[in-house]
Structure formats: structure tokens, C-alpha cells
């Protein structure tokens, strides 16, 4: 619409109302031009493709703070389900459970995308699969040589469209894929590794079409730091937990472990109904070969006499050093017979145990052993245990280099 | 005057000036331009077949632009060798004004009130 004769003092008043209305915030009004094609209409004509721009800019940084804040919320999940995963593997107490948690934790972090955590085997010449998830293919093991990102020591980006320097142990490419070495205090402990399929998305699957993503591929990075630190750390914890159950001289189970086995044996047997032994073993006349031979001689021969007690034990047996040289083997699931059997087998393997020392042969020792039956011989664990070393004794009076059964249980057990 | 191609329903007529070695393009009295004259002026120039030619733009007449056609007008991919805008009025003046100052144009673009002078800018610009 055009306004032809309107006064050139209302003209001027309806540009002045125009800027208003903008000030205000009213980017979409617009002025009305006459058909005079003066300077007032060009002044018009200059608000109203100022007003266009302004609209279009507040538009533009409207579209810009919504996709930016999209980008926050998906940080914050993110951040959020990293937590959580922290959260998980700092409660879990050993690392079979650690890979539950990896696997249900990825698996949801990662939905639409294929992946897998690969963890080096003891000897590290390979590495195995231990968790994966979406529709990857692939072999459980891999070589270290099979992957860019081990051999390198670095996360390794394969763009799909490009798919120069892919990995070896990457059989099948749906899509982009990235690796990235899990490491931690300065070693590299395993893989994860991730793919998207925008090379051939599945049809029906759900959750499918996620894409590998520079957020995702952040989220990896992280994942594979927290999961790394948190294996290492129970790697850690369990070793420190193997080595204050175990004796530093022999490499058996020690004292400790002895007391926290047999309460837990003791409430298992009750519920099954069935026995668990124990033979209470000590070297005989051992302070005199210490007093003779001296303390490293007397240490050998208990290394000596450790490994003799743990070949002759079988699946299950736990051997036990249970002070200076007494020894104590706990055996689960046994009747008398078997448990007798066993003290007279450990009992001739030690006496056939020979060692040197300096060049110089170190006297042979005898065991002398008292053997306890739960709940035959003792109602608790230390009533059992009581009753072996009682039965110890009287193998020691009776002469030594030899088993000894112990005395059932009188009344006054009964408590 | 050269080959023409002008579309009637189309606020504008476009032809190829053979003596100038130019495309013209004329917006008619009062013309507005939206996006789609914006987009059929450039193909219409595009059609010519003089690629990346000068452009005379006679927007003389010209009585409205708006930012879609503006917006066209700088990114459109056709190649041109550099614009001359032709104006008159000051409402004309102030639209080839706001689009030298505000679009960032891939060519040259200079704006004339006398066509000769366009002409011999233009000339300059052939490539």
C-alpha cells in the first residue's frame, strides 16, 4: 500500500513512529512508502531494510543460542552419564564386576554406535574383548601390531569416506570408527573402540543412527581415561589385597587369610550340611637347624617344605603358613578318611624334601601334624582349630613324624 | 542492442548490450523485488551466456528490495565480472546504497547516477 498526499509533516511522524515501534523491540514493523519517491520514502525505504536485517540477525542469534543451548544439555547428559560410570566403577569391588558395569555403561552411552573394550592379557602380547555392544563384527583378540592407536599410543580417527590407515582388527566399516588406548599411571591397559554405521544404517534397529560425533568422540576419550583408572586401581586393590593374605617367605596364605576363610566356612557348612577340614602341621625340631645352620638355611628349608605342601595339594586345598614353622591347610567338602589321607601324604612328601645350603646338604625335616573336622571335632573355628593343634601336640609327645586325629568333641563344647 | 531475453510477467527485462559488451537489466517503475525476481533476473542474465560478463543494473525505478532478494543477490553462485548500479531517485539510491554497505559482494559493485560513466567502469572491469 502507497500513500500519495499525505502532508510531509505526517510523512515524517510515521517514520518517527516506525523507529519507535523498532526501538521497542517490534522488529517486524514496517513504514508504508508514498509514490512520491522522495527523500522521506528513501528514508523509509532505509529503516525497513534496517529493520529486515535486525529482524533477520535477532533470528539468526536465536536459532544460534537454541543450538548452543541443545549443545549444553547434550554436554550435561554426557557429563552427567560420566559421573554415573565414575560413580559405578569406584563401587565395585573386584574387576569381573568392573566389566559388568562397562558393559551396561557403554552400551547405553554409546546407543546407535558399535563398540568395544578390548583389555591386554597377562602375558600382553594380546589383547580380548571384554565388553561389546551394537552390531560389531570382529575377532575377541587383537595384536597390538592390528591397531593404530596402540601402536602409536594415541586415539586414531578413521573417516569413513577416507578410510586410510584403518586398523587391521577392523573386519567389517559401517562408518567413521575411532580407537582409543586406555591408559593409565603411565600404562596402556586396553582399547576402546568405537564405530558408527552412516555406511549402512540399519533399518529396524533401535537407537540406530547415532553419529561418531566430535562430542562423542570427547565422551570417548574421557570413558576410556575413567574405565582405565578405575581397572587399575582394583588391578591395584587386588594385588594389594593377594599380598596382605600372603606370607612374603613361602608365597602361602597367611594367618590372616586363615581367619577370615574359616569364619566364611564355617556359616557355609552349616547351611550345607557338610564338613571342612583343617591339619595343623609343624616342623620338627626346626629351631635346631636354625640354631646349626643358621636362619637363611632354616628359611630355604621352609621355602622347601612350602612347595613340597603345595604339590600334594589338590583343587580347592588352601595351604597355609600359620607362624614360624607351623603350617595349616584347609580342605573343603572332606570326610575323616580323605582328611587323614591327605595329613599322611603331606606328611611324607615334606620328609622327602632335600635341600643345600652353601654348598653343603641341610638335615632332612619331619612334619609332625594333628588333623580337626568340622563340625566333628569343633563347633566354631577356633574350637576346630584348637582341636587340631591339640591333636598337633599329642603327635609331638607321641614322638613326632607323624598325623594325629583329633579327640571328638566332649560335652563341654557344647555351649 | 544485442540478443534480449525478457520475461513479460517478470517486473524486469534483461538483454545482452553487444556494443557495450554488457548484460542490462531493467527494473520497471515501481518495481518490487522479492526473492523470486531476484532469482529469475540473475537466471535470465545467466541465460545470456556471456559468463562472467559486466552487469548494468538500471534500478532507477525501482521501489522496494527486500532481504531475501538482497541476500540472493550476494550469494548467488553465477559468475559476474563486476556490477554497476544505476540510480535516480533517492529511494533507489538509498536501496543501492544499503546493499554496497551492507552485503559483502564477491565482485565489484559501484553505484552511478550517469550511465556513461557506469559503462566506462564497467569496461574497466571486463575480464
Redesign the interface.
Known sequence: MTIGNEPRGDRIDQVVILLSRLASGELSARGV?STN???I???M??V???A??LE?SRAELEERVRDRTAEFEKLNHDIRQLTELSNLLQACETIDEAYLVIDHSLGVMFAGLSGAVFLYRASRNVLEIKSTWGSRAGSAVLAPTECWALRRGQRHFVDADEPMLSCRHVQQRTGDSICIPMSAHGETSGLLHLMDDRLHPPETQVGAGARLTQAKQSLAVAVSEQTALALANLELRDKLRLQALRDPLTGLLNRRFVEEWIEREVARTDHSGRSFGVIMADVDHFKLINDVHGHDAGDKLLRAIADAIRSSMRAGDLPCRYGGEEFLVLLSDIELPALAARAEELRSRVAAVRVEHRGEPVPGATLSAGIALYPKHGLSASSVIDAADAALYAAKRAGRDRVNTAAVRSSENFE | MGDMSVASEEPFRVWWDEAAGVSRTQWAPGAVCGLAEAQASVAAVEALGHGAAPALIDMRQM?????AA?EHFTNSPGEVAAVGLLVG???S???AN?MIG?QRMRFPVRMFTDESAALDWLDDHRQ
Open positions: 512508502a519517491d522522495d527523500d520514502d528513501a528514508v525505504a532505509g525497513n531494510m534496517l529486515e536485517e533477520s | 521501489s522496494r528490495i527486500d532481504r538482497r531517485s533517492a529511494v539510491k538509498m536501496i544499503f551492507m
